[in-house]
């Protein structure tokens, strides 16, 4: 926030809206009855007469419930708006183009509430409309809040107006007459309203210098669908709140009223004709099988000259490569204008949209993008032959386009533009774009290629990771076996002991019991066996009984040797060796004396051990395998180091039986290892990032161009 005051301007122009927008359309539903029934009186449509009765009713019988809903929606949707991390997150925001489709009759209220939302646009100045977003914006964000971000714009006051009337029981469509009747009180009440916050907040310092020009996007030319009213048809005398369109809407909003089944031609023209926001609605009705107008959509042929003109197009691609990535946009406004069907054209649009989100993939390399982009025309032809492209995964170019983004973000594929993946992937662009005619099997040819080639690619990093993965394997079950041989060696080491054997313990002998169990030995230098000589040790270094002499003249023998061999075996000199064995003999000597009463035991010997207590709970849990391991970093996972500009993407190669180790591997890259700690830290300062696998980046780009995630 820029501004000091920016927490108390914000929840000042929120109350003053909550205040003069509920205040209007409470004053709007105590007159609305009346206003009604003038018009139901007027009607010359029974089914007309019979829905505006019926609204009537609903707004007498819950206009406190329109009201208190209408005042809440409006309220969460301020906060949401103002609210950097839910403006941030899309799918966090119900606006109205992710509204879900149901049915026929869900389409034809929502397509109604969006020429509501524009009708309102166009009756408000925009001047004032602009400079509130932007103030609050200002306050919010530090950028202008346009269009549907803005909190007190159009789209958010029509949204909660439906809210509220959705607080109405019974049909959809006395609902949206509801709506529709409340919408010119809404649009005055909110022309009143933009001049005073502007003032407010320009007395508060709120950019007060601000100079908007509005620029608004140039719009194709009306499209009229069957069945569509071609002008209004009647003078019949309108209450003051209400316009001729909003009466002649009424008519739209009646179940069945065309007398004929909807046309999906004059759903998309429409859709095409609306906001831009509008376009989530044609594009839903490709992506998901489950809408009721999937079916009619898939049905519906390419038109031939759609058809032949984007052949033109791909013979020209094919045969000048530097230009083969046709302006796909350019084609799309092209096709607006000739006499097409307009879900050709909204195909178009999708299909850039789609090619825009992977072009504009910094994951990709650029020559990998080079090569998707001239694609294009050949996958709008692909997608206008079978609709299906945006729902179905296993739709040929589809699985294409996801193996060549996947191959081009793999950190083990070569990523040069001149090197083997390179070149390959070159032609075999040219063989799509110079082969495809109507047969899909094309794109699965190709993909089979290009699959092939990243398997290569997969394999010959797999191999270069193997031997370290192997060293690294060897190293952390050698960590864990002296761990494990230190922590037994701790649970014998109790009682008295010289400092020379405890040293001895801890320093060597845990070596030893390592290196017995690292070498799977047995018999008398095995495991169990090194730890009985730790006992045998420790006793013999004990004071003892004359009744002891036996024994110890009868452990020496065995307890000598096996002290040598498990010195030798890691490594320990010979001198090393002897000493500690000198030193030994020295002691047993002097307890022997002590023992038949001819000398008192050496007071290191009598001493305590300082020896910690050990924890034997932890000790017990301490072999356990850690579970903790940081969620998403499972083999073949692929992360981003940012340690380096540009940072370094590299794939999650090997994870260590006891998810102590990492090791991430890229083609021409050192590969890196590191500790579950080391990647925690990493992971919490930011040098290291999980990344979207290659795999993702088509679907990614489908959600954006849909709003459907599958």
């Not at 759903?267 to 906001?275: F, R, S, T, W």
């Not at 390959?424 to 699965?444: H, K, P």
């Amino acid at each position: 926030m820029t501004h000091p005051d920016a927490p108390a301007l914000l929840a000042r122009s929120r109350e003053v809206a909550r205040a003069r927008l509920t205040a209007a359309i409470d004053a709007a539903l105590g007159q609305l009855p009346n206003d009604l029934q003038t018009l139901a009186a007027a009607a010359t449509v029974p089914a007309e007469a019979r829905l505006l009765d019926e609204a009537t009713r609903a707004v007498r019988a819950h206009r406190g419930a329109i009201a208190a809903a209408f005042e809440r929606a409006l309220l969460e949707s301020f906060d949401r708006k103002v609210r950097p991390p839910a403006r941030a997150a899309a799918s966090a925001e119900p606006t109205l183009d992710e509204l879900t489709l149901v049915d026929d009759s869900a389409m034809e209220l929502e397509l109604a509430l969006g020429r509501l939302v524009r009708k309102t646009a166009d009756e408000l100045d925009a001047q004032e409309l602009a400079a509130v977003g932007a103030r609050l914006g200002e306050l919010a964000a530090g950028r202008a809040l346009e269009g549907g971000d803005n909190p007190v714009g159009p789209q958010t006051a029509l949204e909660a107006l439906k809210a509220g009337c959705d607080a109405v029981p019974g049909d959809g469509a006395a609902r949206m007459a509801l709506v529709n009747s409340l919408q010119p009180h809404l649009a005055l009440a909110l022309r009143r309203l933009y001049p005073e916050l502007n003032q407010m907040l320009v007395q508060a310092g709120v950019l007060p210098r601000i100079r908007y020009e509005i620029q608004r996007a140039p719009r194709l030319p009306a499209r009229r669908g069957a069945g569509e009213p071609a002008a209004p048809a009647g003078g019949a005398a309108l209450p003051p709140g209400m316009t001729l369109s909003q009466a002649m809407s009424l008519r739209e909003l009646m179940p069945g009223a065309t007398g004929s089944p909807i046309d999906v031609g004059t759903i998309v023209a429409a859709l095409l004709d609306g906001p831009a926001s509008t376009r989530q609605y044609g594009a839903r009705m490709l992506a998901n099988p489950e809408g009721s107008l999937f079916g009619r959509a898939m049905a519906v042929p390419v038109e031939p000259q759609v058809l032949a003109q984007l052949t033109q197009l791909q013979a020209a691609a094919a045969t000048d490569i530097a230009n083969g990535a046709a302006d796909l946009a350019a084609v799309v406004q092209h096709l607006a204008r000739q006499p097409s069907h307009p879900l050709d054209q909204l195909t178009g649009e999708l299909v850039g949209v789609v090619f825009d989100h992977l072009l504009g993939d910094r994951a990709l390399p650029e020559h990998v993008k080079a090569q998707l982009a001239r694609l294009q025309i050949v996958a709008f032809k692909a997608a206008l032959l079978d609709r299906s492209f945006f729902a179905r995964r296993e739709h040929p170019l589809r699985q294409l386009l996801a193996a060549i983004a996947a191959a081009g973000a793999d950190p083990h594929v070569d990523s040069r533009a001149d090197g083997p993946f390179g070149s390959a992937l070159r032609a075999i662009v040219d063989q799509v774009v110079g082969g495809f005619e109507t047969d899909l099997a094309v794109f699965s040819e190709a993909r089979g290629k290009v699959e092939s080639l990243v398997a290569q690619a997969a394999a010959a990093g797999e191999r270069e990771a193997a031997s370290l993965a192997s060293a690294l394997a060897e190293a952390e079950r050698a960590d864990e076996l002296r761990r494990q041989a230190k922590h037994e060696v701790a649970r014998r080491l109790t009682g008295v002991a010289p400092r020379f054997v405890r040293r001895f313990l801890t320093d060597t002998w845990v070596h030893a019991v390592a290196e017995a169990g690292l070498n799977a030995r047995a018999g008398e230098d095995g495991w169990e066996a090194r730890l009985e000589v730790v006992e045998d040790l420790l006793w013999s270094v004990a004071p003892k009984l004359p009744t002891d002499v036996p024994r110890l003249t009868q452990l020496l023998p065995k307890l000598v040797p096996a002290l040598s061999r498990g010195m030798a075996a890691v490594g320990v000199a010979a001198d090393e060796q002897r000493a500690f064995l000198d030193e030994l003999m020295q002691t047993h000597a002097a307890l022997l004396q002590a023992a038949r009463g001819k000398r008192p035991v050496p007071a290191e010997v009598a001493a305590p051990a300082s020896i910690p207590p050990v924890d034997e709970a932890a000790a017990e849990a301490a072999p356990a395998l850690d579970t903790g391991a940081p969620a998403g970093f499972e083999r073949g996972a692929v992360v981003e180091f940012h340690d380096t500009e540009p940072p370094v993407r590299a794939r999650l190669t090997w994870v260590s039986p006891r998810r102590s180790l990492y090791l991430f591997t890229a083609h021409g890259a050192e590969a890196r290892q590191l500790t579950q700690e080391a990647l925690r830290e990493a992971l919490r300062a930011g040098r290291v990032r999980l990344a979207a696998d290659g795999t993702q980046l088509l679907e990614r780009a489908l959600a954006a161009a849909t709003g459907v995630t599958r």
